[in-house]
């Protein structure tokens, strides 16, 4: 509907139109800004708190009488610099960028293929095997990282970054194809029907046409992944054992909870730490969504 | 599902060579497409599949393969008298089918608020705005977190003598003892299921977002120039367009919430007197913990209709929605 | 901070290990020397040690743990590369390396890990009876944690005290002057302290550590068990409903919430001085002593009081090591073992953990550590006094089942929060208990 506003030309002195126009300013801060405001305060609220307890000193911590407790009397970078110099903050860092990196980009090439051949190649059986993909998650990690440990030995991958590289993508894959196919089928099939009258091969209709119009689902379909790389943690502690080859999650824990005593405040130094530049990065492809919808399927 | 595919041959092409066969053939050109993918998946989870189902019917504990006991771990009886009979295996088990109905419940709220409020949220975004661009980075930093120690965070938040909750309702006069928020069965249900739908609305919220896009700006115009409202729009362009990514999305929210561990196990571990306690967690507790695999495996085999339920009816939807494109002629 | 950069090397490889050991001092390289020069136990040629040890509670124990570590590779070329786990993360890494048969060669957990899985661990009778020998014997709990039948399977390396904590000015004020060691006067204690603003606190959630400490002594102290000697469910008797009643009327006196409590909980509430009495190891004192904390001047520790049961029925945590069966160097590994329990490491080590450990052999009752502070003296009688888990029964996979599954502190939950009534929380576990000890 937005499409509508954004789009003056579609010129029409419809109701539609007319609501929109009336809409601006009062009406719109009301139905946009207002909802908008409490959810996003809401959804934010307990990152704000994470941000206050990487600042606040540890004197600060738990005093909630003197001080506002929502407020920083005496903000200290010491927390943040802690976990960036004095522990292997940086290597876990880098650990979890390449596992994530690498099983994501893993997970959304076998996702593509998989996606694209069960929706347009539509062999014999496609339907089923698109539901049988599904089938991985029928047992959950919980307690399917104990089989899951034999084949990883087996394997030769144990404590190695590979077991998590290889392993994630089976949670991964499954997801990204079904969400990717949903995607592909919105795409008009005419425009794959002419290439191939073109004499386009498969890989290169793929390459040109569906993908270029498949971004916001290729988007979509990243960012799960690789979110979910980043976060996973009985893989990557029971997988992974010697501490330079931890990922953050894991090793946070295991670095920042002395038995009954939480390091508060380098714990969540080192959420934010981890977590801001994967959102500044977010940012540049969910603002993709809207430049990338060429003209072709719009007009 | 590789044999599938290797039944290749329809008589589409007539009698090409091999190699353009290879590459032409529909069903040859599926399995290529199809290997990564498949050999991911087979080489990876046949075997633990497979093992864990097998597990279930067997008295395996840590590094003791056991035997087979048939479905002793659901269902067995066991008569101290005559009268006095009592069940066990899971069947007879209060614990277990406590975190049934907790696992259901769960499930279904915190799918049906993150759905709501995740298309509510996408459908907001969507508007133009200033800061549009770093606003939808911000609604996602809940799901990038590690859930480890957004669960910490959570748990603080949620404490009996330092939640920022209560210090705040307070301060404001609405209460005057603090809230127990983790103690109380309820309470701490709830909470658990706020945490939640926070960590899973934003991804819903971005999903949808990025569907909205793929609706055809034709589409609008059209609806417009018939003169319809903005609950029609939504009703008949938006919504049949989004089905397929809803029902991908929802479906994937239900399979992750019905299995969730870390922020159950983070924050209450099941307490308080298991009143939290989901089947992925109880089995976790039971077969690693407890060290009775074959028990724990059976409550995750317990699991599997309800996610198959989940999946089928997504599978089918989607399906359905196909035929109503008539794209199956082909 | 020199320190932690050490100790942290360490943990990456040789050439640091190098600068770990030069931190030792060279009379101690001397007797480590000589040590491994007529070493009971023959390391193989070439052996490496990989040991997985719980993430330490205090940190001048894991410094000590880690000089150690770097001495015994001095003397026998042994390298030995330390994986640390946060305690409750060591149980799934374990079963994982015991199921596929590969990982590291020593494991540390808690109470009767060993027990999950008898016949994965290496038998170390030999280095039982050799450290025992020496060493003024084993403390009895140690023995029930560390033998399976009559093999030993784990060497119960140390215990974790888990003793009442309370702030001198509060009990005072409730009009005592040290803790009472009957139930009745400890309830009056409890109760006095909520009238004086500052009521006690102890975890009655899914806390490993501090939940089942003081549970099981209230169960314990009744007179109650869930099994008897031949592991048969007894856990429904009057005691059982005496002991519910009497947990209750505690925790109405204690602050709100702690059916929520973890084993942090009740550090941050006591360090913050919301919470007056509560019980724990020693992390708190000494975060206290760290931090130069104000409170570590304002209070002390006290035995959990006796019961009608008439003797202390404290469960305090044992932390046994293990050598799983794959190891290709069970010899280093006992070796290891030793090196650590001789009375030249062991000692400094007891002192390093600053009575948050305590020892498991009969010898060591005079290490320094438990006079250099009468509030940590104490600690030192904790792997004495400690009951095991399963108490009369056995010490086997059942009984860890029964404490993973929190049956007992369920039970006085469900009570204490007013779920269920005394008689039906007892009936409720007795059934969940029968369901493991069938």
Not at chain 3, 188 to 205: D, R, S
Request: some cysteine; glycine content about 8%.
């Amino acid at each position: 509907m937005t499409d509508v506003a954004k789009n003056p030309t579609v010129a029409g002195n419809d109701d539609s139109e007319g609501m929109d126009y009336l809409m601006t300013r009062r009406t719109r801060w009301v139905t946009v800004y207002l909802p908008l405001s409490v959810i996003v305060f809401i959804l934010l609220f307990p990152f704000y708190w994470m941000t206050l307890t990487a600042l606040k000193p540890n004197a600060e911590l738990l005093d909630m009488n003197t001080t506002s407790p929502l407020w920083v009397a005496d903000p200290t970078l010491s927390h943040i610099l802690h976990v960036i110099l004095e522990t292997d903050y940086p290597i876990w860092m880098w650990n979890t960028m390449l596992v994530s990196v690498v099983a994501t980009f893993i997970s959304l090439v076998a996702s593509v293929l998989a996606a694209y051949a069960i929706v347009r190649i539509r062999y014999k059986g496609a339907q089923w095997v698109g539901g049988l993909i599904f089938l991985a998650y029928l047992v959950p990690p919980s307690i399917l990282f104990i089989p899951l440990s034999v084949i990883v030995h087996a394997y030769g991958l144990f404590d190695t970054p590979m077991a998590l590289i290889l392993t994630y993508p089976t949670i991964l894959i499954p997801f990204s194809t079904w969400l990717l196919m949903g995607y592909f089928k919105t795409i008009p099939y005419e425009l794959e029907e002419c290439a191939l009258m073109d004499g386009a091969s498969r890989t290169q209709i793929l390459m040109k046409i569906v993908l270029p119009l498949a971004v916001p689902g290729l988007i979509s379909a990243g960012i799960f992944s690789f979110t979910l790389c980043w976060n996973e943690f009985i893989y990557a502690l029971t997988f992974i054992s010697t501490t330079s080859n931890k990922t953050v999650p894991v090793a946070m824990l295991s670095e920042f909870v002395d038995g009954d005593i939480y390091r508060w405040g380098s714990l969540m130094a080192g959420a934010l730490l981890g977590s801001l530049p994967v959102a500044i990065l977010y940012s540049f492809f969910v603002e993709h969504y809207v430049s990338s919808m060429t003209g072709a399927v719009k007009e | 599902m590789a044999e599938s595919t290797l039944r290749s041959g329809t008589a589409e092409i007539p009698t090409p060579g091999l190699w353009s066969r290879l590459v032409h053939d529909r069903n040859w050109l599926g399995f290529w497409f199809m290997m990564p993918a498949a050999a991911i998946l087979i080489l990876f989870l046949t075997y633990p599949l497979g093992l864990g189902i097998w597990l279930s019917m067997t008295d395996a504990s840590i590094g003791n393969p056991g035997k087979f006991i048939g479905l002793l771990n659901f269902y067995d009886k066991e008569c101290y008298g005559p009268g006095d009979c009592e069940l066990y295996g899971l069947f007879g088990d209060t614990v277990f089918w406590q975190s049934v109905w907790q696992t259901i419940f769960y499930t279904t709220f915190a799918s049906v608020v993150k759905f709501a409020v995740g298309l509510y949220l996408a459908l907001l975004l969507n508007n133009h705005m200033p800061f549009k661009a770093i606003l939808r980075a911000l609604i996602l930093l809940p799901f990038i977190v590690p859930t480890v120690l957004s669960a910490i965070a959570f748990w603080w938040i949620y404490d009996a003598q330092f939640s920022i909750i209560s210090w705040g309702l307070t301060k404001l006069g609405l209460i005057d003892v603090y809230i127990d928020f983790l103690g109380d069965p309820w309470n701490a249900r709830w909470s658990l299921i706020f945490a939640n739908i926070w960590r899973g609305v934003p991804f819903v919220a971005i999903t949808l977002l990025a569907g909205l896009q793929t609706v055809p700006a034709s589409l609008y115009e059209a609806a417009t120039l018939d003169g319809a409202n903005r609950w029609q729009m939504f009703r008949h362009v938006t919504f049949p367009v989004l089905t397929p990514i809803i029902a991908v999305v929802m479906t994937f929210s239900v399979l992750f919430t019905f299995t969730d561990f870390q922020l159950i196990w983070a924050i209450t571990r099941g307490g308080p007197a298991n009143a939290t306690h989901l089947m992925a967690t109880l089995s976790y507790q039971r077969a690693i913990l407890g060290g009775n695999m074959g028990e724990g495996a059976a409550i995750s085999t317990a699991m599997i209709p309800f996610l198959l339920a989940a999946i089928m009816v997504s599978w089918f939807g989607l399906q359905r929605r196909k035929w109503q494109q008539g794209e199956t002629d082909d | 901070m020199d320190k932690k950069f050490t100790r942290r090397s360490v943990l990456k490889g040789t050439a640091a290990t190098v600068a770990g050991a030069a931190l030792v001092s060279s009379d101690f390289m001397d007797w480590s020397s000589a040590w491994a020069a007529d070493a009971p136990f023959k390391p193989e040629a070439g052996a490496k040690l990989q040991v997985l040890r719980w993430k330490r509670f205090i940190q001048s124990e894991e410094d000590a743990f880690m000089e150690q570590v770097a001495a015994f590779t001095k003397a026998t070329g042994i390298e030995v590369e330390v994986l640390n786990e946060s305690l409750d993360d060591v149980q799934p890494k374990a079963s994982v390396a015991v199921n596929v048969g590969s990982g590291p060669d020593l494991i540390w957990g808690y109470y009767s890990l060993p027990h999950l899985f008898p016949n994965k661990c290496t038998d170390l009778t030999d280095l039982a009876d050799y450290l025992g020998g020496k060493y003024g014997g084993w403390v009895p709990a140690a023995e029930t944690y560390g033998k399976s039948d009559d093999k030993w399977i784990g060497i119960p390396v140390c215990f974790g005290g888990n003793y009442i904590n309370y702030r001198n000015s509060a009990i005072e004020k409730a009009g005592f002057k040290e803790v009472p060691q009957d139930l009745d006067g400890f309830l009056a204690l409890c109760q006095g302290l909520k009238a004086g603003g500052m009521p006690a606190g102890m975890a009655l959630g899914h806390a490993t550590g501090d939940a089942n400490a003081w549970v099981h002594w209230a169960l314990w102290a009744h007179d109650a068990a869930m099994v008897d000697e031949n592991d048969k469910v007894i856990l429904n008797t009057p005691e059982a409903v005496a002991a519910c009643e009497y947990v209750k009327k505690l925790y109405d006196a204690y602050i709100p919430g702690t059916a929520s409590w973890n084993d942090g909980s009740n550090n941050k509430a006591f360090l913050a001085g919301e919470v007056g009495l509560t019980n724990n190891g020693i992390s708190i004192y000494q975060k206290a002593l760290v931090d130069g904390l104000d409170i570590k001047d304002d209070m002390d520790h006290a035995y959990y009081p006796v019961g009608p049961v008439g003797v202390p029925t404290e469960f305090h945590i044992a932390y046994p090591m293990l050598v799983p069966t794959y190891t290709k160097f069970p010899n280093a590994a006992k070796a290891f073992m030793a090196f650590l329990m001789e009375a030249e490491q062991y000692n400094r080590w007891l002192e390093g953990s600053v009575a948050y450990l305590t020892h498991s052999l009969n010898a060591f009752n005079d290490n320094p550590i438990w006079t250099s502070d009468p509030k940590r003296k104490i600690f030192a009688e904790a792997a004495n006094r400690t009951l095991v888990a399963g108490y009369k029964g056995s010490v086997g996979q059942k009984s860890a089942s029964a404490i993973s599954e929190f049956i007992v502190v369920d039970m006085f939950a469900n009570v204490a929060t007013g779920q269920m009534s005394a008689k039906e929380a007892v009936a409720d576990a007795t059934k969940k208990a029968r369901r493991i000890y069938r």
